[in-house]
């Protein structure tokens, strides 16, 4: 019986490299974002707020990320009748605003980058056009 095993992690420049590739097309976009990547655990790894992005969207940002990086999937598709029983069980830490996306390397989720400031459709966009400049 194994007692461990290995694991594949986000690396620190790979985060740093997600906020830079989510920066510039948020940039081209002409809509300044908050922009998180979070580890497999939700630990917080990068974050930006670029010039002109909302306040309040540092927050939904990051629970965007978490909320991708743990539950494996992309934050916006939920049905309402359970997006506010999640919020409340997790005490607002999931969300299903659009703009959360988990980062999944060969079938395993390695973490989640989370953007808000723009309109949800933005957001998402942001935040895949980062996966794929960075991981392909």
Do not use: W, Y
Not at 20 to 48: K, W, Y
Not at 69 to 92: C, F, N, Q, V, Y
Not at 118 to 129: F, H, I, L, R, S
């Amino acid at each position: 019986m194994a007692l461990t095993r290995t694991a594949t992690k986000l690396t620190h420049e790979a985060a740093i490299a997600l906020i830079r590739a989510a920066a510039d097309h948020a940039t081209s976009m002409g809509q300044p974002q908050c922009i998180a990547v979070v580890d497999e655990g939700c630990n917080l790894l990068s974050f930006i707020r670029m010039d002109g992005a909302r306040v309040l969207s540092i927050e939904s940002a990051r629970r965007k990320a978490e909320t991708a990086a743990s539950t494996g999937r992309a934050t916006g598709g939920m049905g309402p009748d359970l997006e506010i029983k999640l919020a409340i069980a997790t005490d607002g830490r999931m969300t299903n605003l659009k703009g959360g996306v988990p980062i999944i390397i060969d079938g395993a989720v390695v973490g989640g980058i989370g953007v808000g400031s723009g309109t949800g459709d933005q957001d998402k966009e942001v935040a895949e056009a980062a996966i794929k400049a960075v991981f392909g």
